[in-house]
């Protein structure tokens, strides 16, 4: 039997390579483009820089890092959170905005990929693997 982690972290590796490869048509990192694509999907919502470290599980700094390219670019802007001074709310600009539909389609049309070619059954089994990964390394 093949090693399943190495096997996984292979799958990521390609996935995260054609996301960049797509992304860079809109000069745009894969990362950024999730982002987008997750804060486009909470808009109703105040998204808080920690919700994106925990959705994305990343490090403050790493998050910081990121969020301050998106800044630059005017994809995103942080203001302190209301509730919380010390917490920074992270919104999407109109220049963002923009990308937002690309954003899900790639997102949803890759969803649509493996829903097609998986049964229900396999994509829960699926699940249960990752989250046994997820937990036991958290």
Do not use: C, W
Not at 45 to 72: G, P
Not at 93 to 122: H, M, N, V, W
Request: net charge positive; proline share 1%; glycine share 2%.
């Amino acid at each position: 039997m093949k090693n399943v982690g190495r096997e996984i972290k292979r799958a990521v590796n390609q996935m995260d390579k054609a996301m960049d490869a797509y992304a860079r048509s809109f000069d745009l990192t894969g990362v950024q483009l999730s982002i987008i694509h997750m804060l486009s999907e909470r808009k109703q919502q105040n998204v808080l820089q920690r919700d994106i470290e925990q959705e994305f599980n990343i490090q403050r700094s790493t998050a910081t890092v990121i969020l301050q390219r998106m800044e630059k670019k005017g994809l995103i802007q942080r203001k302190k959170a209301n509730q919380d001074a010390r917490q920074k709310q992270v919104m999407l600009t109109p220049t963002a905005l923009a990308f937002e539909k690309s954003a899900a389609e790639y997102i949803d049309g890759q969803q649509a990929l493996i829903e097609q070619r998986f049964t229900e059954q396999q994509r829960k089994d699926f699940e249960a693997i990752l989250a046994f990964f997820i937990e036991q390394n958290s």
